[in-house]
């Protein structure tokens, strides 16, 4: 039966993931899903992913994990981080024989918390701060530096200058680690969405071939406004992940809305996904 005329229901083995029947990838090996970390458009960082990348597909050569496999490794829907990450998994099977794992590429409808970024001015932080925010950030997404100063200060010394730098925009992914240290609570989200343009022409692109959609379920117009915008986009994939927000009883009938906005287009594999809104690891 096509997964389009299947309606949404829930896992009965599991608290926070809801499947739709047919969405099992069993077929492609054991549903192990391995995932890159949304990344910039530096040159350093792309070559980060497509050795990560190169790192998962390996990870899917059943000698090498006890017969585990990799379906699909997740990106940021950015053209050059798709293409890093390709990069990888071709050099991997130049490596050992193996199934090529899918491509996804991330997005989302609304304000999500895997979409958002560190903003702070670092004029406004005291210049004898510890700064424990450059060291927690995973990423090396903020960097501090101390101005020069001109106080003069007794015994030949200066104060210490005002703090430069900051978030390296295109490095932070919002992991929100840097948020509860800060001692001074200096430091901001700016939320952002995926240009829907931008994102349709990448499904298009041949190696591409699955699509996450974010959305907090809340607002369905919102969801359907991005699905509309994808349009013919979604043919090309074989897969459509939506990564929902839990919002209680609410969850289920906000599911069944969606799927009935994706319904018509969808002839390709569907997979829910339910998270909470607490932090990200």
Not at 75 to 95: F, H, K, L
Not at 121 to 139: G, L, N
Request: contains cysteine.
């Amino acid at each position: 039966m096509s997964a389009k005329n299947q309606k949404p229901h829930k896992n009965p083995h599991s608290s926070f993931n809801f499947f739709p029947p047919r969405t099992n990838l069993s077929k492609r090996g054991t549903g192990l899903s391995l995932y890159v970390v949304p990344a910039s458009r530096c040159e350093k960082d792309v070559i980060d992913i497509r050795n990560l990348s190169l790192v998962y597909t390996l990870a899917g050569y059943e000698q090498l994990v006890n017969q585990l496999s990799v379906d699909c490794i997740d990106c940021a829907a950015d053209a050059s981080v798709v293409s890093a990450v390709n990069e990888g998994i071709e050099a991997a099977r130049e490596i050992v024989p193996l199934r090529r794992p899918w491509v996804m590429i991330s997005v989302n409808d609304n304000e999500d918390l895997h979409f958002r970024k560190a903003e702070f001015d670092p004029a406004d932080c005291p210049p004898d701060c510890s700064r424990p925010c450059e060291v927690v950030c995973p990423a090396n997404a903020i960097s501090l530096v101390e101005g020069k100063s001109t106080v003069e200060l007794p015994h030949s010394t200066r104060s210490p200058g005002a703090l430069k730098g900051g978030v390296i925009t295109e490095r932070c992914y919002g992991c929100g680690r840097c948020f509860p240290v800060c001692p001074f609570d200096k430091i901001s989200v700016v939320t952002y969405v995926r240009n829907a343009t931008a994102t349709t022409e990448l499904l298009k692109r041949d190696n591409v071939d699955a699509v996450e959609i974010h959305t907090s379920g809340r607002q369905s117009a919102f969801f359907r406004e991005l699905w509309n915008h994808l349009g013919d986009a979604i043919r090309y994939l074989r897969l459509v992940a939506v990564n929902l927000l839990d919002i209680g009883d609410s969850t289920i009938s906000s599911m069944n809305t969606m799927y009935s906005i994706m319904e018509l287009q969808l002839d390709c594999y569907n997979l829910w996904q339910n998270f909470s809104s607490g932090p990200r690891e």
